[in-house]
């Protein structure tokens, strides 16, 4: 019997342990091989997964000792590819098809696009509301001429909406962008009714395609007999809208604490029904879109160094007759400087402004003025001056903890004038 050739004999027995040793090397396809698991040949690829890793397969390179992710796929049929290193990067050579989902657009998902089979557009997410990819030019990015229709006698600070608008005459998807007074924002929909939302309301830059339909809104100013704008921009075209309110400060159905046209706030109706009006801010400060600024400036009730005088300003509800009366006073605790502060004042057009009595800051408190909303002091200890007199040395204050205590009229307390 002829014998076999050694190198065959070597052959048999060596083949067995070579694949042995190539099933379990590390750097070869592993079923249970997971991006993060320790690997030793640099830059070796490998493509692992199945239902040992709950159907996820990855396609996976060796960087730095460890396996990293290139590409994941999963039993549904979702891709997602990473790049190998910082520096890589991702070229692909042909096309790619973006589906489009109800996925809500949240910071969780921030970058992700999808394409919307209603507006035939491409859309990204911000981390807030899904946008458009806006046309950089086309032959038809001005849209037939379309407006809203501007409203009048709207409520103070109130939330308004616009008519709904049809967007015509585009050729291409264009871009929409809002600007204006009152916080505008617009919402894009696919019907006359806006049941159907394409874009809900946001204030960024999104965009539209030609059929679909718009609608504005914006907050109210709040004055009264005060008109704002804002203007929507569609591709080359755009339209301005206008929200005005009512003549607000006729007394009764006026808002408490409503900057009127000629600037007074209403602050309620003093006894009689009689309407009461303040200047917006305390002594010293400056009045400017619903905020003072500058210092208050705290005043003596007299001079500050009187020894005690009765004037016979004592009426608990007349505030303007108490401050005429202190303003014309010449005597040892003269001059009062907080009626006078009032009595001196000339804002808004108006001269007639006093020092309100005690019965005239019970009422503006019971009517809700006396609020920080409405920019009085409501800090611990804060007090406001009367022009009601108690006995020479002391008059009423309206601290606003507890409400009405007489005090020293040395004392410096803040100062809000009054007229009717």
């Known amino acids: 019997m002829q014998s076999r050739p050694r190198f065959q004999v070597i052959l048999r027995v060596l083949l067995p342990v070579l694949v042995v040793g190539w099933l379990l090397s590390p750097d070869t396809a592993r079923a249970d091989a997971s991006p993060g698991d320790a690997c030793t040949t640099a830059n070796a690829f490998i493509r692992s997964g199945g239902p040992e890793l709950s159907?996820?397969?990855?396609?996976?390179?060796?960087?730095?000792?460890?396996?990293?992710?290139?590409?994941?796929?999963?039993?549904?049929?979702?891709?997602?590819?990473?790049?190998?290193?910082?520096?890589?990067?991702?070229?692909?050579?042909?096309?790619?098809?973006?589906?489009?989902?109800?996925?809500?657009?949240?910071?969780?998902?921030?970058?992700?696009?999808?394409?919307?089979?209603?507006?035939?557009?491409?859309?990204?997410?911000?981390?807030?509301?899904?946008?458009?990819?806006?046309?950089?030019?086309?032959?038809?990015?001005?849209?037939?001429?379309?407006?809203?229709?501007?409203?009048?006698?709207?409520?103070?600070?109130?939330?308004?909406?616009?008519?709904?608008?049809?967007?015509?005459?585009?050729?291409?998807?264009?871009?929409?962008?809002?600007?204006?007074?009152?916080?505008?924002?617009?919402?894009?929909?696919?019907?006359?009714?806006?049941?159907?939302?394409?874009?809900?309301w946001t204030s960024s830059n999104a965009s539209i395609s030609s059929g679909q339909y718009v609608r504005m809104r914006l907050t109210s100013s709040v004055g009264g007999s005060t008109t704002i704008t804002a203007t929507l921009a569609?591709?080359?075209?755009?339209?301005?809208?206008?929200?005005?309110?009512?003549?607000?400060?006729?007394?009764?159905?006026?808002?408490?604490?409503?900057?009127?046209?000629?600037?007074?706030?209403?602050?309620?109706?003093?006894?009689?029904?009689?309407?009461?009006?303040?200047?917006?801010?305390?002594?010293?400060?400056?009045?400017?879109?619903?905020?003072?600024?500058?210092?208050?400036?705290?005043?003596?009730?007299?001079?500050?160094?009187g020894s005690g005088t009765s004037t016979g300003a004592t009426s608990a509800s007349d505030g303007k007759g108490n401050t005429t009366t202190l303003a014309a006073l010449a005597d040892t605790d003269s001059p009062y400087n907080a009626a006078l502060t009032c009595h001196n004042l000339n804002l808004d057009g108006h001269t007639d402004w006093f020092l309100p009595s005690k019965n005239q800051f019970t009422n503006m408190n019971t009517a809700g003025a006396i609020t920080s909303a409405d920019n009085f002091n409501v800090a611990v200890y804060a007090r406001y001056w009367s022009s009601t007199e108690t006995a020479t040395t002391t008059a009423y204050e309206w601290y606003t903890a507890s409400g009405l205590v007489s005090d020293s009229k040395t004392s410096n307390y803040d100062v809000r004038c009054m007229r009717e």
């Open 234 to 305: 569609v591709g080359a075209g755009s339209s301005t809208w206008s929200v005005g309110t009512q003549a607000y400060c006729t007394g009764g159905t006026t808002p408490v604490g409503t900057i009127c046209t000629d600037g007074s706030m209403y602050v309620g109706l003093d006894t009689g029904s009689v309407p009461m009006y303040v200047t917006p801010c305390d002594a010293g400060q400056t009045y400017s879109s619903g905020s003072c600024s500058g210092t208050r400036l705290v005043k003596t009730w007299n001079n500050g160094a």
């Open 55 to 200: 159907g996820k397969t990855y396609a996976m390179t060796c960087q730095g000792g460890i396996w990293v992710n290139v590409m994941a796929t999963d039993t549904s049929g979702d891709v997602g590819v990473k790049q190998a290193t910082p520096a890589a990067t991702l070229d692909v050579n042909g096309e790619i098809k973006v589906g489009s989902t109800s996925v809500a657009c949240s910071s969780g998902i921030q970058g992700a696009i999808r394409y919307n089979t209603s507006t035939n557009a491409l859309e990204f997410c911000d981390g807030l509301n899904w946008n458009g990819f806006p046309a950089t030019s086309c032959s038809g990015s001005t849209p037939t001429a379309f407006s809203f229709t501007n409203v009048t006698g709207q409520t103070i600070s109130t939330l308004t909406t616009s008519n709904i608008v049809q967007v015509n005459g585009i050729s291409c998807v264009v871009s929409t962008a809002v600007t204006g007074s009152g916080s505008p924002q617009y919402e894009v929909c696919s019907d006359n009714a806006c049941a159907s939302v394409v874009i809900g």
